[in-house]
């Protein structure tokens, strides 16, 4: 089953912060987050491992409570450049180095 | 990172014919996936390229459809057989990186059938 991301959507004027779920039915080995631009490949941000938090970015951030198989992608003071779909890439436990990705959240930043 | 090329990078096709898309890497990997992205959706993966045995499919996805090769560490090929309109996706590889433990994907083909 694909992973839930919420919200489908949503809309920030820059410097406003954001932040995008993702939750799987699944036990999980990591959490991957990716953010693709209209007509672009997905562009790897960041890899969350079981057990441990990990930041890729100066302003964004990221969560993942294995035990919930939950991840929480955090963006704060959002920039125009941070528009885009972000999708979680899960793996599970019982499938490495496999990713299944979630349903897609679609961020657009307004001046 | 890695640098990851494909061919084509767009098509438009006939309905019932085939097209193979060529997936190039700049260095040895030992893992390559293949995905559908469909219009305004997510990924979907369809099978993961194992270098000198079959590719592994996931769930909806057989080998007759969509043949795969993987002759080397560095190149893979995705085939869409006897295509319908339905196939008209964005089809992606990726390779999975040890040291990153992540996986990086090329620029997509858009495939477009009439």
């Known amino acids: 089953q694909q992973p839930v991301q919420s919200p489908q959507a949503v809309i920030l004027r820059e410097g406003e912060d954001a932040v995008i779920n993702c939750s799987s039915s699944k036990a999980l080995y990591s959490v991957h987050w990716y953010r693709q631009k209209h007509g672009e490949a997905p562009v790897f941000l960041m890899i969350l491992l079981k057990g441990g938090e990990q930041k890729g970015h100066e302003k964004i951030s990221a969560s993942f409570n294995e035990k919930k198989q939950q991840s929480s992608l955090y963006l704060t003071a959002s920039q125009l450049s941070y528009s885009g779909t972000y999708f979680c890439?899960?793996?599970?436990?019982?499938?490495?180095?496999?990713?299944?990705f979630g349903t897609g959240t679609r961020l657009t930043v307004i001046p | 990172s890695a640098v990851i090329s494909q061919k084509p990078s767009r098509d438009i096709c006939q309905r019932g014919t085939s097209l193979t898309i060529q997936c190039q890497v700049d260095?040895?990997?030992?893992?390559m996936f293949w995905y559908r992205q469909q219009p305004g959706q997510s990924l979907t993966l369809i099978a993961t390229?194992?270098?000198?045995?079959?590719?592994?499919?996931e769930s909806g996805f057989v080998i007759d459809k969509f043949p795969i090769s993987r002759p080397n560490l560095t190149f893979s090929t995705l085939t869409v057989s006897n295509m319908s309109p339905e196939d008209s996706s964005i089809y992606l590889c990726?390779?999975?990186?040890?040291?990153?433990?992540?996986?990086?994907f090329g620029p997509g083909t858009r495939l477009l059938v009439l």
């Open positions: 390229a194992n270098q000198g045995s079959e590719a592994t499919y």
């Open positions: 990726s390779v999975g990186l040890a040291a990153s433990k992540t996986q990086y």
């Open positions: 890439g899960t793996e599970e436990l019982r499938r490495a180095n496999n990713l299944f």
């Open positions: 260095s040895q990997v030992t893992m």
